[in-house]
């Protein structure tokens, strides 16, 4: 089974109060494990970034300016999506922002059917405790050490892992097991039938005999003598 894992920075958090997206990060799961392939992407968001919005991911307006447009970049970035479910915390705005980004050059929007979130699924795993993404990391022992500001490439690489956690972990010894028992098949159908051997017996020497008795007697008040 195929899933992205992604996340956004913005310059807000209204799309259709104004603001843009900035940064996209998605990571490729397979069979909840990272397969290693990623698609990072910045974009000039055609406005000046707040300075609250900055604080948080760091993007400033002299970075984003040689960025490419959205519009430029979205046939790649569908391309990586392909039809996959997608993975985002608080995935309802993740997903207002790249269905806005999407609509705004023509595209059509990403179907809500294929959104995964994982803050409903945080909420019902351990209800009474903190659900944000740092306090995930922290619950699961996962390593957060580079989180400086917030990145979407870093932040979707941190929630990959925790997404495992929350849907059971990677459980890959049984994934193992199961490959196991499929090339065993394979093998025992291709060798022909079994021939049954004949039983081995090994019983103690007379010189093991002997040493176990005296082994024996030095126990105290042993339990079968009870």
């Known amino acids: 089974m195929r ?4 996340d956004t920075e913005t310059t807000g958090l209204s799309f259709a109060g104004g603001d843009r997206l900035v940064e996209i990060g998605c990571v490729e799961l397979v069979n909840r494990v990272p397969s290693g392939r990623r698609f990072h992407a910045y974009f000039n968001p055609e406005r000046a970034m707040p300075a609250e919005a900055q604080a948080v991911h760091g993007l400033s307006d002299a970075f984003l300016a040689d960025k490419p ?3 430029t970049t979205c046939d790649n970035l569908l391309e990586f999506l392909e039809d996959s479910p997608l993975v985002a915390h ?9 269905n806005g980004e999407l609509a705004r050059c023509g595209r059509a929007v990403v179907s ?16 009474g405790a903190k659900h944000s993404l740092d306090a995930l990391c922290t619950r699961y022992g996962i390593d957060r050490s580079a989180r400086v500001f917030h990145g979407a490439l870093l932040d979707a690489e941190l929630l990959a892992q925790v997404y495992v ?33 004949p039983p081995r017996l090994f019983a103690p020497s007379a010189e093991e005999r002997a040493a176990h008795a005296r082994f024996v007697e030095t126990i105290t008040e042993p339990l079968w003598l009870g």
């Open 165 to 197: 956690e929350l849907t059971g972990g990677r459980q890959i010894g049984l994934g193992l097991v199961a490959e196991s028992a499929s090339a065993e098949e394979t093998i025992t159908a291709s060798a022909g039938p079994r021939v049954a051997r």
């Open 112 to 127: 809500l059917d294929r959104m995964v979130d994982t803050l409903p699924l945080a909420r019902a795993r351990h209800p």
């Open 3 to 6: 899933e992205i894992v992604f």
């Open 90 to 98: 608080n995935a309802s705005f993740d997903f207002g922002f790249l």
């Open 69 to 71: 447009l959205f519009a």
